[in-house]
Structures are given as C-alpha cells and as structure tokens.
C-alpha cells in the first residue's frame, strides 16, 4: 500500500493510529540497517513527514531530506523542532509546522513545580522519609522560600510568559532576557544572560534549542548565578553546558537545578544522577493526557489540511523565508 505520509521516530499512540486509520501512513524503520531498503520501495511516495522530535531518535537531517524528492512538509507533534535540519527544508521550500499554544500551560506547570520542588526539597525530602532517614535523623534540613523569589526567565516567549503569569501569584519579581526586549512587556528587560543570572535567585531557561541558542547557559552564566542560585530547564538540554552544570552542582557553585531535559536525552550522566541537589524529570513538561491529545489533533490537522490545500495550520518561519 502506499501512503503520502512517513511517520518518523515515535508518536503518541493515539497520533499514530489516527495517521494510520486517515493516511494508511508508513513508519521509518528504527532500525538504520533497514531504512535503505524501505526508502528505495516508498521514497517517491513520501509528502508529509511526522515526528515528535525526541532526542534519542532520528532527527529530520538534510540526508533524510535529499532521499525524499517529492517531500513537501514536516508537522512537528512538539513545539520545539531543533531536531529539523530547517535550512535543508527551507532551501527546498519545504513546510514545517509545529503544535504551539496547545502545550504552554503544562510545560509552564511543570517549570512552576519543578521550581517549588528544587527551592523547598520535596524530591529530596521524600527520598529522606523513604530511606527511613526521619526517625533516625530528625526533621529534614530547612529549606528556601518560593514566594517572592527574584526569577529570571531566559526566553520570554509563550511558555516563558505563562511561567511569568503564574509567578506573579507568588509575589515573584521576573525580570527576562531575550535577544530583543519584548515590546509592551511589564518585566524587567536584562541585556544578556550573565546579567539575568546575577540578578536572580531562581534563572529558568525557555528559549527554543538550536544552533543560535547552543551553551547559552555556560561556566560564566552558572558563575554569575552563583552559590545561592537556582537553575531551571523546561527547554532543550542544549541551552545549557551540561559538563559545567554538573561541576557547579557538586562543587557549590550553584545551589541546585531542576531539569526536565537533557543534552543525550534519554541518557542521563551518572554523574548528574547522583547529586541530591538536582530534581531530574524524564522530558515530561506536556506529557499529560490532555495536552497530547490536543497536540495529536492539532499535528493530525496539520497534515490532513496540508494533503487537502498545501498549507499548514501552524507553520513555523524558516530561514531566510
Ligand atoms: C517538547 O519538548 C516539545 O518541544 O513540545
């Protein structure tokens, strides 16, 4: 059977149904042996590719590209899509989309909890009454207060706005840097990352992965943060210096982090791992029935109004474009 539509890497079951039930879609072998051959019998049939984009699975690289002549469009079930090689699509006039909106308020609950765990303990906590350490130690050490923390968000877009919004209900002072202020924006507007860092008590990092935005968060911005502070990443493990972070981690520069992403992503370094100071989540800010769902029916009209019409619903811009 052939089918217009390459799903690539996995997908929500319930995405991956609907493309199979609507499009008759074929799946990329995981297996690199076998992607040759499958190419060679489905290549020219390929319109639309689907990927969620996690890291540990192939991205949409321009070999991937090239092997696909009559490729038209990529829909991302993610709002990141730094695992697209965006030039070789571009240059190619190549769609790309993406699932916006659908997902800010998880990913944005998620960074509020996994700053409240990091600042109060609770990880660490619950450990320390699992491991029977309450009735043998005394009360867990203290720990410090969430409410009217000074927070730095790198990256005020859409998820790091609604990370601002609900700060705010924690009398929390935001202050943001961006490449460009953001025009009407009530928070204080800070000319690099160093200069977020040394201003905050808590930095939380939600600025899209890629090239432009690789190690933003290194030695000197860990420093600048210094030992009383707080790292939080709800973006891509790419923004950050992982090496560096884990040093800071162990040797007091930065008081903790919590991190929902990684730089080898599902790889985690045993190092990181072992470090009571660190709250690690597995890439899960929108993982919740409801956002997948929505993701899932958004990423499923992209595809099915781009076979209908040749447009996307939520197209991203692409370079030079
Ligand atoms: C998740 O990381 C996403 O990009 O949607």
Redesign the pocket.
């Known amino acids: 059977m052939t089918s217009p539509v390459l799903q690539v890497g996995p997908l929500p079951p319930m995405l991956e149904r609907a493309l199979q039930n609507d499009h008759a879609a074929h799946r990329l072998p995981d297996d690199p042996g076998a992607v040759e051959t499958f190419l060679a019998e489905h290549a020219e049939e390929v319109r639309v590719l689907v990927t969620?984009?996690?890291a540990g699975v192939r991205g949409i690289d321009a070999d991937l590209i090239a092997a696909l002549p009559r490729l038209a469009a990529i829909a991302?079930?993610?709002?990141?899509?730094d695992n697209t090689d965006l030039h070789a699509a571009a240059a190619r006039g190549i769609a790309v989309s993406?699932?916006p909106d659908v997902?800010t308020d998880c990913?944005a609950d998620a960074a509020v909890g996994l700053m409240i765990d990091l600042l109060r303990g609770f990880s660490a906590a619950d450990r320390y009454v699992r491991a029977g350490r309450w009735a043998t130690a005394g009360p867990f050490p203290l720990t410090q207060r969430v409410s009217g923390a000074r927070v730095g968000i790198l990256g005020l877009g859409r998820i790091g706005t609604a990370i601002a919004d609900r700060l705010r209900a924690f009398d929390c002072t935001i202050s943001y840097h961006n490449r460009h202020p953001v025009p009407g924006s009530a928070h204080r507007y800070l000319p690099s990352p160093i200069a977020l860092a040394r201003a905050v008590d808590v930095l939380i990092v939600a600025a899209p992965g890629g090239a432009a935005t690789h190690h933003l968060v290194d030695a000197a911005v860990l420093a600048a943060l210094g030992p009383h502070g707080y790292l939080v990443n709800i973006?891509?493990g790419s923004l950050i210096d992982e090496g560096a972070l884990i040093r800071a981690l162990r040797d007091g520069g930065i008081a903790g982090a919590g991190l929902d992403?990684f730089a080898d992503e599902p790889n985690v370094p045993a190092e990181l791992r072992s470090l009571d100071n660190a709250v690690l989540l597995p890439?899960l800010?929108?993982a919740t029935e409801q956002t997948r769902a929505a993701?899932s029916e958004l990423t499923l009209r992209n595809v099915t109004s781009f076979l209908a019409t040749g447009t996307l619903i939520t197209p991203v811009p692409l370079p030079g474009g």
Do not use: E, F, I, P
């Open positions: 969620a984009g996690v991302h079930c993610a709002v990141g899509y993406n699932t997902l990913v973006a891509r992403v890439h800010a929108s993701m």
